[in-house]
């Protein structure tokens, strides 16, 4: 079988992981891939960087639709929102209308109930057109099925995996020797963008109430990322005087990333939204307990408080109090490695080359 995967291919973001990841799975089960890039390459600038992605999505993916069409027996779109991010599925629909492909499109984006309402009709046009719909989480699929109504059969979900080799498990004290970090530390860790919708700003108030108000100077939280509200966060971190507790570690390679994981007590995800959230399961995969937000992706995860607390999001004070109360539970480590191995890019892999036969069977 040969697959022509369409997605973006950068260092960071989770689009990116997946086309990555879920390509290096299905080589292994001896699918043949290529990945037609989406990404612009890191050393434009900006201006330069947003007319290369529009030429990638648009005209240059519409060459390389029209010309090696038929050596693909699946093109499988790997899009996401807002429509910029969507814009390779629009590209590969229409193309697909008159040279007859086998169309996947993937569909990743946190806010899914907005991006529905919004461009129903373009939607509408690609699910209507595509094979197969694939969505990473059954509140995608239910948002899109309450504006659209119809197509609930072509919509399937398929979640994120976790690649396990990428982020090894490691004794804690051995990790917080690497570190550097007091070994009596309760230590937090949050891994995303530095956006507003990924909340950090939720989680630095959380720590000046778990610092201040509770009075608990031996809990330290780092976060890592880079993003463009890394100045706004490091000014709030200054004003409440969390220099000590709260520490913005921008960009870190993955050998150092897994030290991290595995030396973190807890790790924190109080996003906003989130279409799945891939980094939450790296860190259950080392068995690291999650507190996140009902954001859409991790309420579909965390299913059980043997895995981790929620909380609804942007509320510090509820984030603070599921901080604080997992610090003092007792985790059954080993049972959550267990649970998310089902998220493996092996597993999540061959559900995927399951879609692939069956939309072959039916051409």
């Known amino acids: 079988m040969k697959v022509l995967m369409v997605g973006p291919i950068e260092k960071a973001g989770g689009v990116s992981t997946h086309t990555k990841e879920l390509t290096k799975a299905l080589r292994k089960l001896g699918v043949e891939v290529e990945v037609y890039n989406i990404s612009p390459a890191r050393e434009y600038p900006h201006i330069i960087s947003d007319i290369v992605k529009l030429y990638k999505r648009t005209i240059g993916l519409s060459f390389k639709l029209i010309k090696s069409h038929k050596e693909w027996d699946i093109v ?29 499109v993937t569909f990743h984006y946190s806010n899914t109930p907005l991006f529905a309402k919004k461009h129903k009709h373009i939607l509408s046009f690609v699910l209507r057109s595509s094979d197969v719909f694939i969505v990473v989480s059954s509140r995608q699929k ?9 197509y609930d059969e072509k919509i399937i979900v398929v979640p994120n995996g976790y690649n396990p080799g990428r982020l090894p498990g490691i004794p804690k004290d051995e990790t917080r020797k690497m570190l550097g970090l007091d070994p009596n530390d309760r230590v937090l860790l949050n891994v995303a963008l530095l956006l507003e919708k990924k909340g950090q700003r939720y989680l630095i108030d959380a720590m000046d109430i778990i610092a201040n108000k509770h009075n608990r100077r031996d809990v330290r939280c780092f976060i890592i990322g880079e993003g463009p509200l890394k100045e706004k966060l490091q000014e709030q971190i200054n004003r409440l005087g969390l220099q000590n507790h709260v ?7 993955d050998d150092q990333l897994a030290l991290w ?9 109080p996003s906003l939204s989130e279409s799945f959230g891939i980094v939450q399961i790296e860190a259950m995969a080392v068995g690291t307990p999650v507190v996140a937000t009902y954001n859409g992706g991790s309420e579909e995860i965390i299913i059980s408080e043997d895995y981790g607390l929620l909380c609804p999001p942007a509320d510090p004070e509820c984030l603070a109090e599921k901080i604080l109360i997992a610090l003092e539970k007792e985790w059954d480590r080993e049972k959550i490695r267990k649970y998310a191995e089902q998220f ?13 036969q069956k939309v072959l069977e039916d051409v």
């Open 344 to 356: 493996k890019w092996e597993n999540i892999a061959k559900k995927t080359l399951g879609v692939y």
């Open 142 to 150: 239910s948002a899109i099925l309450k504006v659209v109504k119809k």
């Open 247 to 253: 520490k913005l570690l921008g960009y870190v390679p």
């Open 76 to 104: 499988h779109i790997q899009a996401s929102g807002p429509l910029g991010g969507f814009i390779p599925a629009i590209s590969a629909t229409f193309l697909k209308k008159f040279f007859k492909f086998p169309l996947i």
């Open 261 to 269: 994981m595995n030396a973190a007590d807890l790790f924190v995800l």
